[in-house]
């Protein structure tokens, strides 16, 4: 699928853009089958959907449970679009991507031992063992725009940096949705049919939970920005913003527990307005809002001694820590 140019929210035909790119499908895959991964993320729901309408059972859509995902994701996921007619295989590759990640702390080796894990080994074995030669992926303009530009490697962005998935994977990525932005997959998403609890979610990054962790990637240090995704997400819900996250630095800080000194983990809390993601500014949440949530991490994760809030927008600093 070519590129093309962009497509702003007010120009898309919902209509007019669905039809295409389930055409398009079509004549890319013809007769053959398909393969997709589903996160449970906007993007990768939509294209699902699409693929789905395009191919129906000759799409393979998998979730594939990495290890490092929010609480529950993989089976939520499942359970979803189970319910809208879509069949999901739950793939375990916690193991895998956990032993790529182990020792890496650099924020560009982590994303790129999740790409090779991902595309090469999970994706890789899959074709393998299938007579699929295509991958249906939701990369979208502003994953390619921040991998051009530099600002940060996009797992899913290849062709733009002159790599070939054919030649170094094995298969063809097709990428319905590489002319918009998130505002124009959202409308893409009611249009298909899918439940506001999906199309309306809070964008969540293909690196999943690794994004959120400054430093090595363990069970343990992954549990811990886990649990307090889930206090964050709870008490952020219900405020209109673009996005919100906890992140888990690497740094031990000072504490008190019982009186007596601790050196213990700290959670950055951030919390965006935006409409595309291209700039961002930090949402002004109420002070008791933020005291909120200080209380209940320090209070429901162990380990975690300190609590901070992000104020610095987009640019210099991105939405996401790394």
Not at 244 to 262: F, K, N, S, W
Not at 294 to 302: D, E, K, S, T
Request: glycine content about 10%.
């Amino acid at each position: 699928m070519n590129m093309g140019r962009e497509i702003t929210v007010a120009e898309l035909d919902t209509d007019r853009f669905i039809a295409t790119q389930v055409a398009e499908i079509q004549r890319a895959v013809g007769q053959g089958t398909a393969l997709n991964a589903l996160s449970g993320g906007v993007d990768s729901a939509v294209v699902t959907l699409l693929g789905h309408q395009a191919l129906g059972e000759r799409l393979r859509t998998v979730c594939i449970d990495n290890g490092l995902m929010r609480q529950g994701e993989p089976e939520r996921v499942v359970e979803l679009f189970g319910g809208l007619g879509v069949p999901v295989e739950l793939v375990d590759a916690r193991q895998e991507f956990l032993q790529a990640l182990a020792g890496i702390t650099d924020p560009e080796a982590k994303r790129e031992a999740i790409t090779q894990t991902f595309y090469r080994d999970v994706f890789g074995r899959m074709v393998r063992q299938s007579d699929a030669r295509h991958l249906l992926q939701g990369t979208i303009l502003t994953d390619i725009d921040e991998t051009v530009a530099g600002v940060k490697r996009q797992h899913n962005v290849f062709a733009q940096l002159g790599i070939d998935p054919q030649a170094v994977f094995g298969y063809s990525i097709l990428e319905p949705l590489i002319q918009l932005r998130k505002d124009g997959v959202r409308k893409v998403g009611a249009a298909l049919g899918l439940p506001g609890e999906i199309f309306q979610r809070v964008p969540f990054p293909g690196p999943a939970l690794a994004a959120r962790v400054i430093g090595e990637v363990t069970p343990e240090r992954l549990g811990t920005v886990r649990q307090a995704t889930v206090i964050v997400e709870r008490l952020l819900q219900d405020t209109g913003a673009f996005q919100y996250m906890a992140i888990l630095h690497e740094d031990r800080v000072t504490g008190m527990c019982d009186g007596r000194r601790a050196f213990g983990q700290q959670i950055e809390v951030r919390c965006w307005d935006s409409v595309d993601a291209r700039s961002a500014t930090p949402t002004r949440l109420p002070f008791e809002t933020l005291e909120e949530l200080g209380r209940q991490i320090v209070r429901a994760v162990p380990g975690v001694v300190s609590v901070t809030y992000n104020i610095t927008t987009k640019p210099p600093s991105t939405i996401e820590a790394i």
